[in-house]
């Protein structure tokens, strides 16, 4: 056993120094593996945490929602629609949910007013999200103006904004007393945006959407699961950034494939031929190569996930962020939550350190086993 | 000291810079917990359908409630909002909505 972890080291003391002769040839390489290593593992890293923390939080959302559509477009829903519903045995409980667009004009940003059903926001009074605060940059006790329907400006005093850390689902809210929601809108009494239904047993789910839908032609109904699966799509390997991300790294890949794959230099050939010319044999040689490949993709995988983690986790995914706020006013904080696990790690490593490595011993195998004679000449 | 011993040596730093990574990953879970749980509430006691990702249109907004033909619905010269319109997918719903005519 001994013997054997000697040989191997001396193998690769042997390879490392090979590797250092020729230094920025294979510092470039690292440095590109690595990057493409730092590239894919933080778009995953951000993602995968992302997905994770959608599907945790969209539980807890109204298990059905319910939008009248009128000519193709959504319009407001009559109230009155919450009694034919609860007739529906296994409905529990339905909301009439009151929530819409504000241009403001002033920082040039869309909020999300929703009504709240909360002591907090009395008429007169309104929430804000750490976003509306950090545009506007305004706190709780100042005042903000909003012009209601018929052209008047109204102004309603903050009496309280969410943390920065629930910013992902409250940074652009404002929440308001229904009767200033109202006053703002205009939205006639006895009409809501949208229903929110929840049912005792969620198993009856699709049999209860089906009887709303025979009950009230003119709506739709959106289930909790098509919520989870939007997100999920968002975010999957199919999405527009990851599918970006993978495509360049897939073709990087390509490339040094490619480039091992088409045979080695002459200068590395040479120094096979005269390794098997003093005794090596075929299978230290491919030893050889095998711990050259290791070398090289080992310490760029682990550099590359290392400094991914501390791309999206310490410094809130800075180089993507402009991508991801695009041309938005308001944009939440983007501090994920780690959810990172072994699976993650291993898929990353079967993605690049294999195939890395066994490209690199096809073609030594094939220079080793030639006549070292004709590989020196 | 041997060039191997040297190499060993890096990649035992890296193994642990990683293993303190993975701590982190583990406590910050963790201490987020009570902010999920807050956002979680925040979730369920206004009902919302939502994460406030892209706030730059109705339909990057609020992905799940969006229209059946939520691109070009702004005006006929606003060819989308990239590039979230390029990060999203359409929503499940309107895919839903073409699955009989195939």
């Keep these: 056993m001994r013997t054997w972890i000697e040989r191997h080291r001396n193998i690769l003391d042997f390879t490392l120094s090979s590797l250092l002769r020729r230094k920025r040839k294979n510092a470039a390489l690292i440095s590109v593996y690595t990057l493409i290593v730092f590239l894919l593992a933080s778009v995953l890293f951000f993602t995968y945490g992302l997905r994770e923390e959608a599907s945790l939080l969209l539980k807890e959302a109204p298990e059905m929602t319910v939008q009248r559509l009128v000519a193709g477009r959504q319009e407001l829903i009559p109230v009155n629609y919450i009694e034919r519903i609860r007739a529906i045995r296994g409905v529990s409980s339905i909301t009439a949910?009151?929530?819409?667009?504000?241009y403001d004009p002033v920082v040039g940003a869309n909020y999300t007013l929703m009504v709240a059903d909360d002591q907090d926001v009395a008429p007169g009074t309104i929430a804000v999200g750490e976003g509306v605060s950090r545009a506007r940059l305004v706190s709780p006790g100042e005042t903000i103006e909003f012009r209601t329907h018929q052209g008047v400006t109204m102004e309603l005093?903050?009496?309280?904004?969410?943390?920065?850390?629930s910013g992902l689902v409250s940074s652009d809210l404002v929440l308001i007393s229904e009767d200033d929601f109202r006053k703002?809108?205009?939205t006639p009494k006895g009409h809501a945006t949208d229903l929110a239904v929840r049912v005792r047993n969620p198993k009856e789910l699709p049999t209860i959407a089906l009887k709303v839908a025979e009950l009230l032609p003119d709506?739709?109904?959106?289930?909790?699961?098509e919520l989870l699966r939007t997100y999920e799509a968002i975010f999957n390997w199919r999405g527009g950034l990851l599918?970006?991300?993978?495509f360049g790294a897939v073709l990087a890949f390509i490339i040094f494939a490619w480039d091992k794959a088409s045979g080695l230099?002459?200068?590395?050939k040479r120094e096979i031929g005269i390794l098997k010319a003093i005794g090596w044999e075929t299978s230290d040689i491919i030893r050889m190569k095998f711990w050259e490949g290791l070398v090289v993709s080992l310490s760029s995988f682990l550099m590359g996930i290392i400094m991914a983690y501390i791309h999206v986790f310490f410094t809130s995914f800075m180089l993507f962020e402009p991508v991801l706020k695009g041309w938005a006013v308001l944009y939440p904080a983007f501090k994920v939550t780690p959810f990172v696990d072994g699976a993650q790690v291993a898929s990353l490593f079967f993605l690049t350190v294999v195939p890395y490595t066994v490209a690199t011993i096809i073609p030594s195998w094939r220079a080793a086993i030639v006549d070292p004679d004709s590989v020196m000449r | 000291m041997r060039k191997s011993s040297l190499f060993f040596l890096y990649l035992f730093i890296q193994t642990f810079a990683l293993g303190?990574?993975?701590?982190?990953?583990s406590y910050k879970k963790q201490v987020d917990t009570s902010h999920l749980q807050e956002k979680a509430d925040l979730v369920q006691k206004l009902g919302l359908t939502?994460?406030?990702?892209?706030?730059?249109?109705?339909?990057?907004?609020h992905l799940s409630l969006a229209d059946f033909h939520t691109a070009f619905q702004n005006s006929p010269m606003a060819l989308e909002h990239f590039p979230s319109g390029s990060l999203v997918t359409h929503p499940q719903t309107a895919k839903k909505m073409y699955e009989n005519l195939d």
């Design chain 1, 219 to 225: 709506t739709r109904q959106i289930l909790r699961e």
């Design chain 1, 265 to 268: 230099s002459v200068e590395e």
């Design chain 1, 97 to 102: 949910r009151l929530w819409g667009y504000y």
């Design chain 2, 20 to 25: 303190c990574l993975f701590t982190h990953a």
């Design chain 1, 184 to 186: 703002v809108f205009g």
């Design chain 2, 50 to 61: 939502d994460l406030c990702l892209f706030t730059e249109a109705s339909y990057t907004r």
């Design chain 1, 157 to 165: 005093e903050i009496k309280k904004t969410f943390s920065s850390e």
């Design chain 1, 243 to 246: 599918l970006a991300i993978l």
